[in-house]
Each structure stands twice: as structure tokens, then as C-alpha cells.
T-cell receptor
Framework: KQEVTQIPAALSVPEGENLVLNCSFT??????LQWFRQDPGKGLTSLLL?????REQTSGRLNASLDKSSGRSTLYIAASQPGDSATYLC??????????FGKGTTLSVSS | DTAVSQTPKYLVTQMGNDKSIKCEQN?????MYWYKQDSKKFLKIMFS???????INETVPNRFSPKSPDKAHLNLHINSLELGDSAVYFC?????????????FGSGTQLSVL
């Protein structure tokens, strides 16, 4: 059974800092992993879908990496901005069902 | 032109009542989902439908019954509401239902059972 853990649960940084969010999963027999952003009172928005064959996926200031052998993924945010403040969730597939989500990391970027 | 829309956004009701949440997607996707996010922000799959057919049915009480009149709609009906049903319910959709696709979420329905 797939379990997804995200550390830290919360993170506060000043504007301009580079930061890394961590995600670990127990079942490494996955072909992809997805990172989402959730703003308060809103739904989730898919940020990056990274395939195991890619190892890295980039979108603007976001870069996600995936290491199946260690059961880990990271989301790197460069030059953070106050608008990046949100909860970031990673999700890994469980065979036969749907995506299994971590509890998220709540990021606060101060100006 | 919202991609995945669900109504109502807020639902406050008494224990024992029956309520429904509606979801519609205009993306032309074949698969739709219901997720539940509890007070600890843990997001968990409840159901998925592919082209009106039930695909995933996680361990959810029988009081929860999804209904898909067509592939663009997936409604959630809840009978005999309990305090523990209070949560945010999210509808989502994807093109074919593979976990190798991006998921598109609605903005959620916050259900409060008093």
C-alpha cells in the first residue's frame, strides 16, 4: 500500500530565498509522481507531473526531481515570492487505484 | 468557463439529513473523482467513474452514493449525515483515468454537519 510523507509540514522563508520541499513514498514501483499547489479555500492545481524516466521536470521557477530507488521526490522553488505562499502536496500512484496524497507542506514567503 | 465546477461551495446541515453535492466538468474528460479532505488536511480518494462506470470505490460508508448521469457529471449523495462527515469534498477529473495524467480539481465543497 502506497504511503506518502512530506517534510516539513510548514516552512517560512523571506522573499528571494531558494527552497526545497521533500516528499517520500513507500512503494517505489511507480512510473510518475505529481506535485500540486493548494491555495486556502480553493482546489488543487497540478504543477508538475514527473515521469520516472525523466528524473527532473521544470516549469518556470519550479523544478521537481524523482528518485525511485530512494523513494524520494523534491520540489525546488527558486527565488521565492510572496505569491508562492500556499500548501504544496505531492501525490504518488497506487496500483489499481488513484493518486495517494501526502499531507502537504504549507509555505509562507514573507516580503 | 471553469473547468471543474462543484456546487454548493458551502453546505451546513443537521445530523441525519440527506444532502447532495454536484460536479460538472467541461474538459471533455472521461474520468471523474471524488476526494475527501479531512480536518487534518489529509486528502483521500473516495470514488472514480470512467464514462459513467464506477472504477474505484474505496472503503466509504454505504451512506455515500455517487451518481454519474453522463461523463461530464458526477454527483455525490450522502444519506443520514453524521458529525464525522464534516470535511471538504473535492471533485476532480482526468482525461482517461490513468494515474499518469494531470488531475484537475474543483474548488471544493465545505460540508459542516451540526
Amino acid at each position: 500500500k502506497q504511503e506518502v510523507t512530506q517534510i516539513p509540514a510548514a516552512l517560512s522563508v523571506p522573499e528571494g530565498e531558494n527552497l526545497v520541499l521533500n516528499c517520500s513514498f513507500t512503494d517505489s514501483a511507480i512510473y510518475n509522481l505529481q506535485w500540486f499547489r493548494q491555495d486556502p479555500g480553493k482546489g488543487l492545481t497540478s504543477l508538475l507531473l514527473i515521469q520516472s524516466s525523466q528524473r527532473e521536470q521544470t516549469s518556470g521557477r519550479l523544478n521537481a526531481s524523482l528518485d525511485k530507488s530512494s523513494g524520494r521526490s523534491t520540489l525546488y522553488i527558486a527565488a521565492s515570492q510572496p505569491g508562492d505562499s500556499a500548501t504544496y502536496l505531492c501525490a504518488a500512484p497506487q496500483a489499481g487505484t488513484a493518486l495517494i496524497f501526502g499531507k502537504g507542506t504549507t509555505l509562507s514567503v514573507s516580503s | 468557463d471553469t473547468a471543474v465546477s462543484q456546487t454548493p461551495k458551502y453546505l451546513v446541515t443537521q445530523m441525519g439529513n440527506d444532502k447532495s453535492i454536484k460536479c460538472e466538468q467541461n474538459l471533455g474528460h472521461d474520468t471523474m473523482y471524488w476526494y475527501k479532505q479531512d480536518s487534518k488536511k489529509f486528502l483521500k480518494i473516495m470514488f472514480s467513474y470512467n464514462n459513467k462506470e464506477l472504477i474505484i470505490n474505496e472503503t466509504v460508508p454505504n451512506r455515500f452514493s455517487p451518481k454519474s448521469p453522463d461523463k461530464a457529471h458526477l454527483n455525490l449523495h450522502i444519506n443520514s449525515l453524521e458529525l464525522g462527515d464534516s470535511a471538504v469534498y473535492f471533485c476532480a477529473s482526468s482525461q482517461e483515468g490513468s494515474t499518469n495524467e494531470k488531475l484537475f480539481f474543483g474548488s471544493g465543497t465545505q460540508l459542516s454537519v451540526l
